[in-house]
Nanobody
Framework: QVQLVESGGGLVQPGGSLTLSCAPS????????MGWYRQAPGKQRELVAT???????NYADSVKGRFTISRDNAKNTLYLQMNSLKPEDTAVYIC???????????????WGQGTQVTVSS
């Protein structure tokens, strides 16, 4: 079973930066659109940003100008560069991807376990 694994979370002061990464743990054929979501305690999970295989991006208004989503298709890796972090950005960040594991199989959607980002003084 393919799994997505995130890394890079941690504790950072307001105004600081972090970079998250996400990659599949097993062999796959292709990854199509990928995205980052986040969920804070007591809040509904929300979309942060998405990126197509061709690197077309889309961002939530709350992170525009501060976060950058990117991908390295050769490494099958997704990134989220987070700058000018605010306490309201504190959440578990989860990646997802539309993945074709085997040639001829349909695309399936996978989620990571999440990585904690805490923005606090």
């Amino acid at each position: 079973q393919v799994q997505l694994v995130e890394s890079g979370g941690g504790l950072v002061q307001p105004g600081g930066s972090l970079t998250l990464s996400c990659a599949p743990s097993g062999s796959i054929v292709s990854i199509y659109t990928m995205g980052w979501y986040r969920q804070a305690p007591g809040k509904q999970r929300e979309l942060v940003a998405t990126i197509t295989r061709g690197a077309v991006t889309n961002y939530a208004d709350s992170v525009k100008g501060r976060f950058t989503i990117s991908r390295d298709n050769a490494k099958n890796t997704l990134y989220l560069q987070m700058n000018s972090l605010k306490p309201e950005d504190t959440a578990v960040y989860i990646c997802n991807g539309a993945i074709r594991k085997v040639v001829g199989d349909p695309t399936a959607y996978y989620w990571g376990q999440g990585t904690q980002v805490t923005v606090s003084s």
